[in-house]
Structure formats: C-alpha cells, structure tokens
C-alpha cells in the first residue's frame, strides 16, 4: 500500500510539474504571438502612413503637371504669334527693310565653274 501512494504521490507531481511547464510554455508562447501581431500592426502603420505621404506627394506633382501644360501651351501660342507672316512683316519695317519693285539679279561669274 505504501508504493502505491508513492506512485500515486509520484505521478501527481509529475502531473503538477507538467502543469507549470505547460503553463510557463503557453505564457512564452502567448508572448511571442503578443510580439508578432505588435510587430505587424506597427509596420501596417507604418505602411499606410507612407502610402498617404506618397499620396499628397503624387497629388502635388500632378498639380505641378497641370501648370506647367498650360504655361508650355501659352508659350506655345507665343511662338505662334511670333513666327507669324504680319509679325515678321511689322518686325522687318521697324528694322528698316522695304519692299523692293525692282529685283536686280547678279551674273555668274565662269571662275568659280573653271577647273
């Protein structure tokens, strides 16, 4: 009788000591998945964050876009208006140049032709 209940005392304890190992290993693990799931939500904050930076960002260049399509569309025009016949013709009188009647044409000379 009396190994019986050292037996019966042995496997309680054995049963007590796997408890608390149990127990301090579902602690560790409930730590490390604590840790993991902190891990990503932190990152994901981060991620959105920087996703809403890149936002305003990209917002701002196409605002930056749109101005600088329609300042090279005004100096466009410009040109246009610059490069004009009536431009060019009031431009040439400011300078001094007249419309010719007579055209005078010069003769070929053969020295440049001889060899």
Do not use: C, H, P
């Not at 009536?86 to 000379?109: H, R």
Request: proline share 0%; charged share 25%.
């Amino acid at each position: 009788m009396r190994y019986g209940i050292l037996r019966d005392l042995k496997k309680t304890m054995n049963l007590l000591n796997n408890i608390e190992y149990n127990s301090w290993f579902r602690k560790k693990l409930l730590m490390f998945f604590a840790l993991i799931i902190g891990l990503v939500t932190i990152m994901e904050i981060w991620a959105v964050n920087r996703l809403a930076t890149f936002g305003s960002e990209i917002s701002k260049l196409e605002a930056a876009k749109a101005s600088l399509q329609m300042e090279n569309i005004i100096l466009e025009n410009q040109i246009a208006e610059k490069a004009s016949l009536k431009q060019i013709e009031e431009s040439s009188k400011k300078f001094g140049f007249v419309k010719t009647n007579k055209i005078e044409y010069l003769q070929q000379s053969g020295i440049a032709l001889n060899k």
